[in-house]
């Protein structure tokens, strides 16, 4: 631990404060025009340096820089946040975590993730095309509900048009690996209409994107994982639509709908490597069997808003999402759904598939108190209703029961500014209410099931019912800013999160169990502490910022022999430390930055927990160190940018436990640039990622199960990305 860190920030805390952090890059502070940006994340109007919570705003400009190297919302996210881990550049986001914990995806407030069976597939819900900022709030709290421990990834889409008539863009896109092999080649076209008039507008769009086959930094194949499945080698479409009707001066309604669409064309199988002497998986010609790894998700929201009903701003939304994730069927996998009454063991093949549908309702009004002006308030009410069941589809089992889940939560917040805003205190409380219903199930047959050992098998009862939890989670902070621009902060806000029922009931192995009174089921209860300083005078703008967050009942991934993840409930211990900074340099345009992120976790993982947590989190649930240079350049009609992510080598250590030392991550450093020139016929970007073509074995098979050749995937070698986009 940090320890002289450590001491420093309690005792610092005592008297210091924390603020809403809005780290803008300087093409999204551009975009805003001088304006107050509002955080819609954070269910407030206020600017963000007003909150109580650290934001990164990533704006439209900067995104589409990000996704013109990397081809995605979350793996931009992801290179430019030093404290995320790094993505596993598959369809599966299992194990990315945010300070250590997983974060919340939202599209403009909607939750993505499941809450009782968490297929990881959140990352991939819509065309970062229709997106014009994400906002990530970082750390534990509850200001969009279940889910945020980690923090919230919301992805805000597209605004409506403010001119009268007919706009619109469109973009076109190839990229090709080092050697522009024929199944290395990808491409995607993507346009949007706009229209307006007098209080009507309507947006629609469509993009479709052919991922090709990524080749390693040797030249093989990327290994493909078909059980989880895979962002190469796929076809994406995404729909979106807008509609909205101006109520007045200040009200407005709006209707906004979206459909993701992630296949995997299936023609390629895995061949195995070798960890031990380090030879990565790979992949040739072939078909899978069953069904190819695919996913769906399907939103839409209907939202009144009013930023001046009675002097306030008032905000509701009512929503519906479905989705379904399919997972493939591959050999490492097929004990798990072995059952001889069906067919012989070894026989029997199978494949799983998630399904959800969620509905929710959002309610918040927000206004300065009448003669103490000082003092806002907030006051909301939220709504979510989740069901959810994973199934067997070649044979029609469950293996994670139908379950329902209900939350309601009341919530109030206060800001309160001092001092002439060189003060500001706020807080807040939201009150979560969770019932959960499943009606008693059988498991399947086995989990263990082998040819070799054919009579392990008989699923057992368990017991159904309804628990219930409920809880008050909290919220503050304090910031002191005594001179414009520089500030001292601190806070305190807890997350609420349903663990991952479908992982812990389908894994019940033991008769008897009733769910009203099964313990390893109860909510995840985690917090997250706080203190830090940002400058932001002349050319300089940078923060440091420490925190430390704990949950009595936290969840931990383990992955099993059949590479199938299970939960474990203990104590669980993160702390970190961030540090950015960035220089406008004294050539016109240039601009030089660098962020740190250190995070250390640890668990309990004693034969007997007795609340200690000695042994580190491993790579299945914390991110590496990690060090990110970048010089930028934006000028005229050019824009250009540089970046050298380094992933720092780490070995995981335990008090407790044996760990198997072939664990341990030796590091590794990607470097991408990209540069766009602005025409009268719109902008021509270049981007390559992995400019050296660094050979390099991903942080997830660095750290984790060290004997299984087909779980040691290299990243993506070199690749080449070329893009028009124009506005009309």
């Known amino acids: 631990m940090i320890r002289p860190f450590r001491i420093a920030a309690s005792v610092s805390a005592l008297a210091i404060a924390m603020p809403a952090l809005a780290q803008v890059s300087p093409d999204a502070a551009a975009e805003t025009a001088k304006e107050d940006i509002v955080v819609t994340a954070a269910r407030s109007i206020l600017p963000a340096n007003a909150l109580p919570l650290t934001i990164d705003i990533v704006g439209k400009s900067e995104l589409d820089q990000q996704m013109s190297i990397s081809g995605s919302v979350i793996d931009s996210i992801a290179t430019l946040t030093p404290s995320f881990s790094p993505t596993r550049q598959k369809m599966s986001g299992a194990g990315e975590t945010l300070r250590g914990r997983s974060p919340l995806y939202a599209i403009n407030g909607i939750p993505q993730t499941t809450p009782l069976r968490d297929g990881s597939r959140d990352g991939f819900t819509i065309d970062g095309f229709f997106i014009d900022r994400v906002e990530v709030i970082y750390g534990s709290n509850a200001l969009q509900g279940v889910g945020g421990t980690g923090g919230i990834v919301n992805q805000v889409t597209v605004a409506p048009p403010t001119a009268e008539g007919f706009g619109g863009r469109v973009l076109l896109q190839g990229n090709a690996d080092d050697h522009f092999r024929k199944d290395g080649l990808g491409g995607k076209a993507a346009g949007l209409i706009q229209y307006r008039k007098d209080r009507f507008d309507a947006t629609v769009g469509a993009a479709y994107e052919k ?22 080698d796929s076809r994406t479409l995404s729909l979106f639509g807008r509609f909205g009707y101006q109520l007045g001066d200040t009200g407005r309604i709006d209707l906004i709908a979206s459909r993701y669409e992630m296949k995997v064309d299936g023609d390629y199988i895995a061949v195995a490597g070798n960890k031990a002497a380090g030879l990565p998986t790979s992949a040739t010609r072939g078909n899978p ?43 490492v996998t097929q004990a798990t759904f072995q059952d001889p009454t069906i067919a012989p063991v070894g026989a029997l093949f199978d494949q799983s598939q998630n399904r959800s549908r969620k509905l929710g309702f959002k309610i918040s009004y927000e206004r300065a108190l009448p003669g103490f002006e000082a003092l806002t308030g907030t006051l909301g009410f939220d709504a979510l209703f989740d069901k959810t069941e994973q199934r067997l589809i070649a044979t029609n089992r469950i293996w994670v029961p139908p379950s329902d889940f209900r939350s309601l939560a009341p919530f109030a917040q206060l800001n309160l500014a001092l001092f002439d805003e060189k003060l500001r205190v706020a807080g807040g409380a939201r009150w979560e209410n969770v019932q959960i219903k499943i009606d008693d199930f059988r498991t399947l ?72 009174n099964y313990l390893d089921i109860s909510p995840v209860i985690s917090n997250n502490r706080e203190v830090g ?58 601009r ?65 436990i044996v760990l198997d030392p072939r664990n341990s991550f030796g590091g590794y450093d990607l470097t991408d640039a990209s540069i766009r020139y602005q025409t009268r016929l719109g902008g021509f970007t270049f981007s390559v990622q992995n400019l050296f073509d660094k050979q390099y074995i991903d942080y997830a098979s660095s750290t984790q199960r060290p004997t299984d050749n087909f779980f040691n995937f290299a990243g993506r070698g070199r690749n080449f990305t070329l893009s028009w986009d124009y506005r009309f």
């Open 289 to 331: 069997p069953l069904k190819p790894a695919e996913s769906r998700t399907e939103s839409v929201a209907l939202s009144v808003t009013d930023t001046d009903l009675g002097g306030g701003n008032f905000v509701s939304q009512l929503f519906f999402n479905r989705t379904r994730d399919t997972f493939g069927g591959e050999p």
């Open 211 to 232: 991922r090709a086959v990524f080749y390693d930094g040797d030249g093989r194949r990327v290994g493909v994982n078909l059980t989880q499945g895979e962002t190469q």
């Open 445 to 516: 047959a086995s989990t263990t099931v082998t040819a070799a050992n054919p009579t392990a098998y008989g699923g057992v009862t368990v017991g159904g019912g309804k628990p219930k939890f409920d809880d008050v989670l909290v919220n503050g902070g304090i910031i002191f800013e005594p001179w414009k621009g520089i500030r001292a902060y601190a806070s305190y806000a807890e997350g609420f999160t349903v663990a991952d029922i479908g992982r812990i009931t389908r894994s019940i192995g033991k008769p008897g169990i009733d769910l009203d």
């Open 533 to 590: 300083v940002e400058v932001k005078r002349g050319p300089l703008d940078a923060s440091v910022t420490y925190f430390w967050s704990s949950s009595n009942q936290g969840q931990i991934l383990v992955a099993g022999s059949d590479g199938i993840f299970n939960v474990i409930r203990q104590r669980v211990e993160i702390e970190g430390l961030e540090l950015n900074a960035g220089v406008r340099m004294p050539i016109d345009g240039l």
């Open 592 to 656: 030089l930055s660098v962020g740190y992120a250190h995070i250390k976790g640890r668990y309990d993982a004693s034969a007997t927990p007795d609340g200690t947590a000695g042994t580190d989190l491993d790579g299945a649930n914390i991110s590496p160190d990690r060090l990110n240079l970048a010089a930028s350049f934006n000028r005229g009609a050019v824009s250009a940018r540089v970046q050298t992510n380094f992933y720092l080598s780490r070995t995981f250590r335990s008090s407790e």
